[in-house]
């Protein structure tokens, strides 16, 4: 296994379009995190699962968002309506649990909404 | 409000030239304090974790280091392949467990 994966790495769509990103992470890892990071910024939190359950959702995370881990495995994250403020880059990490550990991350989605 | 801030936004060294980054954080229980860096267009990628004041981490030309209130990088002799942005993040006991609080990062360039 070679980290975690992103796919695509860069999407560009109209305003208004539905786009879905897929995060696939270590596979021993059982939790999974959506950042969302613009130019100058740190990534911010956005959700994020422990196996198949999603445990918490930042108040970033509007009603047109939405995100799934079927089985616990890869990551689905879901952009209804897309605005122009959604273009960023959509970082998913993993996890070994609890604790203080080092998440991973994937190389990231670029968003740009036109 | 947990808060991250870093400083300076840029550095600019000359290889060899070692020098140190700063993150300042307030958060309500420190939980772990993480170092990473993010190279254009990629991920952060993680270089350290550090959990109480006085502890200490090292890995190549980098150190790390944490107080009750900043933690410094301390970059010496810095190499071209060292430039790449640094972030620091913080994770607290009050909040969410997945929640990492970012600072905005110090965009660190070495020149030869």
């Known amino acids: 296994d070679t980290g975690v994966s992103q796919d695509p790495r860069h999407k560009i769509t109209k305003r208004g379009q539905n786009v879905t990103f897929r995060c696939d992470p270590i596979?021993?890892?059982?939790?999974l995190y959506w950042y969302r990071q613009t130019l100058g910024q740190g990534p911010e939190f956005l959700t994020y699962?422990?196996?198949?359950?999603?445990?918490?959702k930042s108040r970033l995370l509007s009603d047109r968002f939405s995100a799934e881990r079927p089985k616990g495995s890869f990551s689905t994250l879901e952009i209804q309506r897309t605005e122009q403020g959604d273009s960023a880059m959509y970082l998913c990490?993993?996890?070994?649990?609890?604790?203080?550990?080092?998440?991973?991350f994937g190389s990231g989605t670029r968003l740009t909404v036109v | 409000e947990d808060q991250v801030t870093q400083s300076p936004e840029a550095l600019r060294l000359q290889e060899g030239e070692s020098s140190s980054l700063n993150c300042s954080y307030t958060?309500?229980?420190?939980?772990?304090l993480f170092w990473y860096r993010q190279d254009p267009g990629k991920g952060p990628e993680f270089l350290f974790t550090?959990?109480?004041a006085g502890e200490e981490k090292e890995k190549e030309r980098l150190k790390a280091t944490l107080t009750k209130k900043e933690s410094f990088l301390h970059i010496t002799a810095p190499k071209p392949e060292d430039s790449a942005t640094y972030l620091c993040?913080?994770?607290?006991?009050?909040?969410?467990?997945?929640?990492?609080?970012f600072g905005k990062g110090t965009k660190l360039s070495v020149k030869p």
């Open positions: 550090l959990y109480s």
């Open positions: 958060v309500s229980g420190l939980r772990g």
């Open positions: 993040a913080v994770l607290n006991y009050g909040g969410s467990q997945g929640n990492l609080i």
């Open positions: 699962f422990q196996n198949e359950a999603q445990l918490e």
């Open positions: 596979s021993e890892h059982n939790r």
């Open positions: 990490a993993s996890s070994p649990g609890q604790g203080t550990y080092g998440y991973t």
